[in-house]
């Protein structure tokens, strides 16, 4: 990479961190980044999720408020994210090459509307009763948001978000707690995986880092204070130019 594309994938995941710990899908502004500065998509997927890791801690330890009284309800579905996640990487290492940019594309258009409908959904589901731990439903859900997170990452915070908001009777900053602690099980758990046995830009990866270790403090501190519609249209937007990259190459 030259310096100015290394200076770009830095600013973009100091973004993804930030956007990463407010609302998720901080993967919309990475992955388009790697793929720009000429990584190809499969590499660029399996750098991009372990540079996220770093973020996820930071962003992780600045929740840590509106963590409190939720020990129990992590440890019950910790196991479906680690599991999603494994099935995740597995379905990305295995499945042909060919058929990723198709898959991805579909994800993050899906990753896109839920950006845009989470806010209606969240006004519906204002003073519905549900349970405390959110059932098997949402065990259950937690497992196909860790697949999805761990074949590609970006949009399952915004999954989690929706389907946690259904399931728990819960303010949305401490659903918002709760979902950075299961993304960053189900990325950390797909990182050793990638290290193992995938092909990684480590370069790219020590850029995302260093710049999503960056975005989540700061957006775990500062990060609420964005408005919202103008944080997804940005993403709206960055998300519809990676997926005519990925459909055009």
Same mark, same amino acid.
């Given at each position: 990479?030259?310096?100015?594309e290394m200076?770009?994938?830095?600013?973009?995941?100091?973004?993804?961190?930030?956007?990463?710990?407010v $609302?998720?899908?901080?993967?919309?502004?990475?992955?388009?980044?790697?793929?720009?500065v000429?990584?190809?998509?499969?590499?660029?997927?399996?750098?991009?999720? #372990?540079?996220?890791?770093?973020?996820?801690?930071?962003?992780?330890?600045?929740?840590?408020?509106?963590?409190?009284?939720?020990?129990?309800?992590?440890?019950?579905?910790?196991?479906? *994210?680690?599991?999603? *996640?494994? #099935?995740?990487?597995?379905?990305?290492?295995?499945?042909?090459?060919?058929?990723?940019n198709?898959i991805?594309?579909?994800?993050?258009?899906?990753?896109?509307?839920l950006?845009?409908?989470?806010?209606?959904?969240?006004?519906?589901?204002?003073?519905?009763p549900?349970?405390?731990?959110g059932?098997?439903?949402?065990?259950?859900?937690?497992?196909?948001?860790?697949?999805?997170?761990?074949?590609?990452?970006?949009?399952q915070?915004?999954?989690?978000?929706?389907?946690?908001? #259904?399931?728990?009777?819960?303010?949305?900053?401490?659903?918002?707690?709760?979902?950075?602690v299961?993304?960053?099980?189900?990325?950390?758990?797909a990182?050793?995986?990638?290290?193992?046995?995938?092909?990684?830009?480590?370069?790219?990866?020590?850029? $995302?880092?260093?710049? *999503?270790?960056?975005?989540?403090?700061?957006?775990?501190?500062?990060?609420?204070?964005?408005?919202?519609s103008?944080?997804?249209?940005?993403i709206?937007c960055?998300?519809?130019?990676?997926? $005519?990259?990925?459909?055009?190459d």
């Open positions: 990479m030259t310096p100015w200076a770009a994938v830095l600013a973009a995941g100091v973004a993804a961190g930030a956007i990463n710990t $609302v998720g899908s901080g993967s919309l502004i990475t992955f388009p980044t790697l793929l720009a000429g990584l190809p998509p499969i590499t660029a997927n399996v750098s991009n999720n #372990i540079g996220l890791v770093p973020g996820g801690f930071t962003g992780t330890m600045g929740y840590r408020p509106e963590l409190k009284g939720q020990r129990e309800r992590l440890l019950r579905l910790a196991p479906a *994210s680690v599991i999603g *996640s494994l #099935i995740g990487g597995f379905l990305l290492l295995n499945l042909p090459e060919s058929s990723f198709v991805v594309s579909v994800l993050i258009g899906l990753s896109c509307a950006v845009v409908i989470q806010p209606r959904l969240s006004r519906i589901l204002t003073g519905r549900r349970r405390a731990h059932g098997p439903w949402l065990w259950l859900s937690t497992l196909g948001a860790g697949t999805f997170g761990g074949y590609f990452g970006a949009g915070g915004i999954l989690l978000i929706g389907l946690m908001g #259904i399931l728990l009777d819960e303010k949305l900053q401490r659903i918002n707690a709760a979902k950075n299961l993304v960053l099980l189900v990325n950390f758990t990182a050793i995986l990638y290290a193992l046995v995938a092909e990684v830009d480590w370069t790219a990866v020590l850029l $995302v880092a260093l710049g *999503s270790m960056i975005g989540g403090y700061f957006g775990a501190r500062f990060g609420r204070r964005i408005p919202p103008v944080l997804r249209g940005v709206v960055i998300g519809a130019v990676a997926i $005519v990259k990925l459909l055009t």
